[in-house]
């Protein structure tokens, strides 16, 4: 028998839950009146065991409401299943729950029958991944691999582990770019299908009237344009994987086809009137709302338990920014790779700027901010000066105010020192601001702008600062000087021995700003 704990405070609701139930004969109820004393009850188990293997939860409930309970259940005991309830829902607090680990989201009035059905499938969900035991990281496809370290994604990757040794459909939920197809890869490779075909569709790409088709295939002559015999994509796929990518966008007449395969495994070609069986798996996407979208009719309730048999939900990147430092590194040596390079890392003003971005592309901007940098950048580590200027400006970084602060320090700072007597100032190695202090007496201004940036509200590192001021200044010289030493030195007021010093410093080549020999 199953242990359920109805919360709830209307008393009245409790009871008919609980009724409903208990007329299945095959659970056991409780009832609370509020998070608080859900969460009381919850805990009151003795160790290693489990007091309620089901916990359904009113939303707005005083003291403790029914997210904030939801979310120290889970927190409390991960394998617990929530089921929340509620008489008010909004899409928000839907996303929300499901997010937070709830199995789904229900709006009042229940009829008993949807209630039972929807517990039903809970359990099934959670038989299906909770006997399978839970292990790490997870390939994709010729060794590409998933990364990540916070617990948001251990928790996806086991999940993903689970789902790779049934044959259940999958829907996987998550913004755009934070992996969603990664995600549905890893799961093909990691199934028994894996030495079958991965086959991606987008649905949002596809005309409608050419959907039917391109899922399951015509006969010749079927319509206009069908001059030839075609195969579908499930037919090309069989016995492995399909994807239906984007699958909130799939029209309406599509979402019953599709249904119709996922119950009787069954279809026809267009203009076909043979049946042809199918053994592929669904694995769909979407960062469509689709609990909003089954409200007002636009996404077909059956289709979506269907698919949504153990919900995946894939973080933001802004909520996990922990994972940066070790996707930035994972990008450099693919890039390194595709642009033959030998970027070794990021410096520490630029990983600043990317740990401060927010990041609303996901990991997919973060791959093209870097490739972005790989295609500017001229050094052997990526800098400020290579990200996007759109990033640095998110982060409130200014290239041109920063230069104008920087440059008025140093002109202060040299006057400073021509002021005083050597062993009066301060000179803790940082007054070095630039070396060309050191036997520079007649100084004309810099003659062009050097765009370089410094963030105005970043880290108030002045070493650091000054080091990224000398790299791109210096390269900026080399630039202009076409990569000659000796010019560069007389021209940028930079004694030659201290050029050459920084120049090996930053590894700088100075070689590749010459001039092309025609
Ligand atoms: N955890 C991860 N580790 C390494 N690379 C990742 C990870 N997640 C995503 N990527 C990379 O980021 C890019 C975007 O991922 P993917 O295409 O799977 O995202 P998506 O959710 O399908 O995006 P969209 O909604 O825009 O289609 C891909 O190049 C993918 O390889
Ligand atoms: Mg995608």
Known sequence: MLKVLVVDDDQALRLSVRSALESTKKFSVEEAFDGINALEKVKAAPANTRAFDIVILDVDMPRLNGIGALKAIKEHDPGIIVLMLTAHATVEVAVQSVREGAYNF?????????????????????????TLAASS??????????????????????VIHKLAKVDTPVLIRGASGTGKELVAKAIHFNSARKD???????????????????????????????SE???????????????????????????????????????????????????????AATNRPLEEMMKDGRFREDLYYRLNVVPI?????????????????????????????????????????????????????????????????????????????????????NLVESMEQLQSQS????????????????????????SNLEDDDSSDSVDE??????????????????????????????KT?????????????????????????YGIVAKEYAEPKN
């Open 106 to 130: 229900l709006s009042k009035p229940i009829s008993s029958e949807d209630l039972i059905n929807l517990i039903d499938k809970a359990i099934t969900a959670h038989t299906l991944i909770s």
């Open 137 to 158: 990281p997870v390939f994709v496809d010729e060794g590409r691999k998933i990364i990540g370290n916070t617990s948001q994604m251990q928790k996806v990757f086991n």
């Open 196 to 226: 079958e075909k991965f086959v991606a569709i987008n649905c949002s790409a596809i005309p409608e009237n050419l959907f039917e088709s391109e899922l399951f295939g015509h006969e010749k002559g079927s319509f206009t344009g069908a």
């Open 229 to 283: 015999r075609k195969i579908g994509k499930f037919q090309f796929a069989e016995g492995g994987t399909l994807f239906l990518d984007e699958v909130g966008d799939m029209p309406p007449q599509m979402q019953v086809k599709i249904l119709r395969v996922l119950q009787e495994k069954l279809f026809m070609p267009v203009g076909s009137n043979r049946e042809i069986s199918t053994n592929v798996r669904i694995i």
């Open 313 to 397: 939900y894939l973080p933001q990147l802004n909520d996990r920014k922990d994972d940066i430092e070790v996707l930035v590194h994972i990008f450099i040596r693919k890039f390194n790779t595709i642009h033959n390079k030998k970027v070794t890392g990021v410096s520490k003003e630029a990983a600043a700027v990317l740990k401060r971005y927010n990041w609303p592309g996901n990991i997919r901007e973060l791959e093209n901010v870097i490739e972005h940098a790989f295609v500017l950048e001229t050094t052997n580590s990526v800098t400020l000066g290579s990200l996007p200027e759109a990033v640095l400006e998110a982060v409130g970084v």
């Open 411 to 434: 002109v202060s700072l040299k006057k400073s020192a021509q002021s005083f007597s050597g062993d009066e100032i301060d000179v803790e190695g940082d007054l070095d601001i630039d």
């Open 449 to 478: 702008d050097i765009s370089i940036a410094i963030p105005n509200n970043g880290p108030l590192d002045f070493n650091a600062q000054k080091e990224e001021f000398e790299k791109q200044f210096i390269i900026k010289a080399l």
């Open 481 to 505: 000087f076409k990569g000659r030493i000796n010019q560069t030195a007389i021209h940028a007021n930079i004694p030659k021995k201290t050029l050459l010093r920084k120049i090996e410093k």
